[in-house]
Every structure is written in C-alpha cells, then in structure tokens.
C-alpha cells in the first residue's frame, strides 16, 4: 500500500525541519522527491518501495536530474537566435 510510510518522521536538510514521509513521496506532481533514496534508506526498504509503487517511467521522472532553471533559460534564447537567424536568410 502506497500509504504504508505516510506517518514515519525524518530531517528533511533541505528544509530544515522534521517532516513526514508523506510530504516526501508526494512533492513532485504527486511523484516523490529525488533524493527519497538518500533520505529514507535508513527508515525502511524505500527502494523496494519506489520499485513496487512506480513504474520505470516514473521513475525516470523522479530520478532524472532536472536542468537548472539558468541553463533552460540559455536553451530557450539559442533556439529563439536560431528561428530568427533562419528566419532573415
Ligand atoms: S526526500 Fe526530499 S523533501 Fe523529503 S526529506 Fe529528503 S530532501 Fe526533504
């Protein structure tokens, strides 16, 4: 059951403060936080957790590392610089 370890209590670093685990497998559109592994492995088995509760796609999302906001930014104007570049020749 999804909702097994919703109670459990760990120190969030990120945060700052105590949280519930809850908090942790729901933060990201309803998909856990990325460092859940690092986090929870001393609480209970949370990588069979994740193995049973989220497909392999899902996991891709969770664990993917995001692109910073800054690079995204870079990536966007380099293709707006290229439509207009093609769009004068
Ligand atoms: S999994 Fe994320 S939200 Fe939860 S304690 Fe760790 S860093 Fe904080």
Redesign the pocket.
């Known amino acids: 059951m999804i909702t097994q370890h919703d109670d459990k209590e760990?120190?969030?670093?990120?945060?700052g403060h105590f949280?519930t685990f809850n908090?942790?497998r729901s933060?990201s559109n309803n998909l856990?936080?990325n460092?859940?592994l690092?986090?929870?492995f001393q609480h209970f088995a949370i990588q069979e957790f994740i193995d049973k509760n989220y497909t392999v796609e899902e996991q891709e999302l969770i664990f993917t590392p995001q692109k910073p906001k800054i690079q995204s930014l870079s990536d966007i104007l380099k293709q707006a610089q290229k439509r207009l570049q093609e769009s004068k020749s």
């Open positions: 760990g120190y969030c670093k990120m945060l949280l908090y942790c933060v856990p936080c460092k859940v690092d986090c929870w």
